[in-house]
């Protein structure tokens, strides 16, 4: 509508279909984005209300549907939305919430439609307070008051007042005739300019036909003293290492904290260190106990409405013992048909942090730069001897060979085929014909025996492998007396 009168429909609501809503009872709220967001007591999927969103030329968009008790919780709400200075959208229902009371909730809502419940009212216990019809709005402490008509410890209403994050106090219980006179506020509390809110009930007061009232709100003080459960890391943590975490001494018992590195006295290494999740100091950097033993941080602890008390903090660098790595478990060899899965695991200890390269023969594998190589879909080619070389600051050692043998076994007994001058060859066409050995030949043994089913086989140290190709390996023997059967194997 103009300042002129002139009316231009926007919206008519259509109960569960687009545009959905019915019999809103609240107002608008136009967001820092431009739009309006609203509610309607009912309509939407299940009959039991919406939020929406609606431009100022009218297109609407269904945020949430309202589902009782379950998410997202809540039904009828009466009121309006507000929006808080964190940019998301806070209201209340009268009723749903949980399946033993139905007696409204308040939420937290983000303007693309999140919407994220923050109190379950429950009559006369924890959270006080039954059936809200008015709408929340936020002081100038950053925390949100509101008022129900029904619930505390007489049934006549409660004042509240709940943080951004879900906290809820209850500041007035009301008593109808008596010292908390008042019953049954239905709307809103209005803050003042002079800090206090103001606000109505419907009934009591001495004429039992309603009051007007004024409530002091709790005085917000600053945090006092912020305190921190761990002040040392051990020197050559990784970068994310946690120290501890901050709490506060706050006068306001139920008063949330939020704690961050500032500027100032003491503030000299900040840099080194992050706060993570509001609470936790963790590292930005590796600290080496012989160059530097002692750190100094400032940190910021800040209220919900904004007041903040800041301290200075040395944390201590401790020394360990500079250990190079050694290993404690060696990757053992791997038998697996072509396609199958390999994984090669070492153990090692020494001063932190722990460097991991695998090795194929001498080559260096790129980005198998962890404790664990897991090869996944194995060919022949992938076969051979495997090893990890592990170091940190103050050396470096090389773990033992482990085999990868891919195909079958290797030590398969074959036909041998003498070719003259003391020249065999044996053939190993069991492996498909593919390239057998694509292995360092220095990790050959020949082995001879006189009897085919030998337990012991024996080394001949003087064999000599000549040549390898698609599935055959040709070697000299010159040993005496000859052996009668003969085999290739790798180590």
């Given at each position: 509508?103009?300042?002129?009168?002139?009316?231009?429909?926007?919206?008519?609501?259509?109960?569960?279909?687009?545009?959905?809503?019915?019999?809103?009872?609240?107002?608008?709220?136009?967001?820092?984005?431009?739009?309006?967001?609203?509610?309607?007591?009912?309509?939407?999927?299940?009959?039991?209300?919406?939020?929406?969103?609606i431009t100022p030329a009218g297109?609407?968009?269904?945020?949430?549907?309202?589902?009782?008790?379950?998410?997202?919780?809540?039904?009828?709400?009466?009121?309006?939305?507000?929006?808080?200075?964190?940019?998301?959208?806070?209201?209340?229902?009268?009723?749903?919430?949980?399946?033993?009371?139905?007696?409204?909730?308040?939420?937290?809502?983000?303007?693309?439609?999140?919407?994220?419940?923050?109190?379950?009212?429950?009559?006369?216990?924890?959270?006080?307070?039954?059936?809200?019809?008015?709408?929340?709005?936020?002081?100038?402490?950053?925390?949100?008051?509101?008022?129900?008509?029904?619930?505390?410890?007489?049934?006549?209403?409660?004042?509240?007042?709940?943080?951004?994050?879900?906290?809820?106090?209850?500041?007035?219980?009301?008593?109808?005739?008596?010292?908390?006179?008042?019953?049954?506020?239905?709307?809103?509390?209005?803050?003042?300019?002079?800090?206090?809110?103001?606000?109505?009930?419907?009934?009591?007061?001495?004429?039992?036909?309603?009051?007007a009232f004024k409530l002091v709100?709790?005085?917000?003080?600053?945090?006092?003293?912020?305190?921190?459960?761990?002040?040392?890391?051990?020197?050559?943590?990784?970068?994310?290492?946690?120290?501890?975490?901050?709490?506060?001494?706050?006068?306001?018992?139920?008063?949330?904290?939020?704690?961050?590195?500032?500027?100032?006295?003491?503030?000299?290494?900040?840099?080194?260190?992050?706060?993570?999740?509001?609470?936790?100091?963790?590292?930005?950097?590796?600290?080496?106990?012989?160059?530097?033993?002692?750190?100094?941080?400032?940190?910021?602890?800040?209220?919900?409405?904004?007041?903040?008390?800041?301290?200075?903090?040395?944390?201590?660098?401790?020394?360990?013992?500079?250990?190079?790595?050694?290993?404690?478990?060696?990757?053992?060899?791997?038998?697996?048909?072509?396609?199958?899965?390999?994984?090669?695991?070492?153990?090692?200890?020494?001063?932190?942090?722990?460097?991991?390269?695998?090795?194929?023969?001498?080559?260096?594998?790129?980005?198998?730069?962890?404790?664990?190589?897991?090869?996944?879909?194995?060919?022949?080619?992938?076969?051979?001897?495997?090893?990890?070389?592990?170091?940190?600051?103050?050396?470096?050692?090389?773990s033992s060979n482990a085999l990868?043998?891919?195909?079958?076994?290797?030590?398969?007994?074959?036909?041998?085929?003498?070719?003259?001058?003391?020249?065999?060859?044996?053939?190993?066409?069991?492996?498909?014909?593919?390239?057998?050995?694509?292995?360092?030949?220095?990790?050959?043994?020949?082995?001879?025996?006189?009897?085919?089913?030998?337990?012991?086989?024996?080394?001949?140290?003087?064999?000599?492998?000549?040549?390898?190709?698609?599935?055959?390996?040709?070697?000299?023997?010159?040993?005496?007396?000859?052996?009668?059967?003969?085999?290739?194997?790798?180590?």
């Amino acid at each position: 509508m103009t300042p002129a009168g002139g009316l231009t429909t926007l919206t008519q609501f259509k109960d569960n279909t687009a545009p959905k809503g019915a019999s809103p009872y609240g107002s608008l709220a136009q967001g820092t984005d431009g739009n309006f967001y609203g509610m309607t007591s009912s309509g939407g999927a299940n009959g039991l209300g919406t939020a929406f969103q609606i431009t100022p030329a009218g297109v609407l968009t269904t945020l949430v549907e309202f589902n009782g008790n379950t998410a997202p919780k809540g039904r009828y709400p009466q009121g309006s939305l507000v929006q808080g200075t964190d940019g998301n959208f806070y209201g209340l229902t009268s009723e749903g919430g949980a399946n033993t009371n139905n007696q409204g909730t308040a939420f937290q809502m983000t303007p693309a439609g999140v919407l994220t419940t923050l109190v379950v009212f429950s009559d006369s216990t924890a959270h006080k307070g039954a059936h809200p019809y008015g709408s929340l709005v936020q002081g100038t402490d950053g925390n949100f008051y509101g008022l129900t008509p029904g619930g505390g410890a007489s049934g006549y209403g409660t004042a509240f007042q709940m943080t951004p994050a879900g906290v809820l106090t209850t500041l007035v219980e009301f008593n109808f005739s008596t010292a908390l006179k008042g019953a049954a506020p239905y709307g809103s509390l209005v803050q003042g300019t002079d800090g206090n809110f103001y606000g109505l009930t419907r009934y009591g007061g001495a004429n039992g036909v309603g009051t007007a009232f004024k409530l002091v709100p709790p005085l917000n003080t600053a945090p006092t003293n912020i305190a921190l459960n761990a002040s040392s890391v051990p020197e050559n943590q990784p970068v994310g290492a946690t120290i501890g975490y901050f709490t506060t001494q706050d006068p306001n018992s139920s008063d949330t904290h939020n704690f961050t590195l500032v500027t100032g006295t003491g503030s000299d290494d900040n840099a080194s260190f992050t706060i993570t999740d509001g609470t936790n100091l963790v590292t930005a950097a590796v600290f080496d106990y012989e160059a530097k033993s002692s750190y100094s941080i400032r940190v910021r602890a800040t209220d919900s409405g904004g007041l903040f008390f800041e301290k200075q903090f040395t944390i201590a660098v401790t020394d360990v013992a500079d250990t190079p790595p050694s290993i404690t478990a060696q990757p053992q060899g791997v038998t697996n048909g072509i396609g199958g899965a390999a994984d090669f695991t070492v153990t090692a200890s020494g001063s932190p942090p722990l460097a991991y390269q695998w090795l194929l023969g001498s080559n260096a594998l790129a980005g198998a730069t962890n404790a664990t190589l897991a090869l996944t879909s194995v060919a022949r080619t992938n076969s051979g001897h495997y090893a990890v070389a592990v170091t940190n600051a103050f050396g470096s050692v090389t773990s033992s060979n482990a085999l990868l043998s891919v195909g079958g076994a290797a030590q398969r007994i074959l036909p041998l085929t003498a070719l003259g001058d003391g020249r065999y060859r044996i053939s190993f066409s069991d492996f498909g014909g593919g390239p057998l050995f694509d292995w360092d030949l220095s990790n050959l043994d020949v082995e001879g025996a006189t009897d085919l089913n030998a337990a012991n086989w024996a080394v001949l140290t003087n064999a000599i492998v000549i040549t390898n190709g698609v599935g055959q390996v040709e070697f000299v023997v010159t040993n005496s007396p000859p052996q009668q059967f003969y085999r290739v194997r790798m180590r």
